[in-house]
């Protein structure tokens, strides 16, 4: 059954709620891998995230419950350029879906208004890195029956 979710573009006064969404999302990832891979403060968070939509260099797609309006999940979505993707093309560095409303197609509505979100830029692709697997296989099937493809690799990060 899908629940009745209405999507819309955050705005900057979202920060808050979707700043707990990150922590949520973080901290499942950290327990489920056993690593403190991420530092997370909820004002930091909610403050680099307002900053963020302020400056229109992230967009952040929020599911909402259509029944009471509560913030359910979001999608983040960035623009990247690369000459092996002929051009611009979205990243998606976090899609988070809170546990009782996964499996109802939320992450799919999500997925699909990322799409015509990139469609409307001219993007070429949408890029997206897993959790650590084998602890999120579940995730790598739920974007390959999106449409993803496994491109190979692993991502790798640097502190500056």
């Not at 403060?41 to 963020?52: I, V």
């Not at 409307?120 to 697997?133: C, D, G, H, I, N």
Request: net charge neutral.
């Amino acid at each position: 059954m899908t629940a009745p979710i209405r999507l819309e573009q955050a705005s900057a006064d979202d920060a808050p709620i979707i700043a707990v969404m990150v922590g949520e999302l973080l901290n499942e990832i950290m327990r489920a891998t056993g690593n403190q891979a991420f530092h997370f403060s909820l004002d930091e968070t909610t403050a680099r995230l307002r900053a963020f939509l302020e400056q229109g260099k992230y967009h952040v797609l929020v599911a909402r419950d259509a029944t009471d309006g509560n913030a359910v999940g979001f999608l983040t979505l960035c623009e990247s350029f690369a000459l092996y993707a002929e051009g611009a093309y979205g990243t998606i560095p976090e899609l988070y879906v809170r546990p009782e409303l996964r499996s109802q197609h939320v992450g799919q509505q999500l997925i699909q208004a990322a799409r015509a979100f990139g469609h409307a830029r001219q993007w070429k692709r949408l890029e997206v890195t897993t959790p650590q697997l084998p602890q999120f296989d579940r995730t790598l099937a739920f974007y390959e029956r999106e449409g993803f493809s496994v491109a190979g690799g692993r991502k790798l990060k640097m502190a500056l």
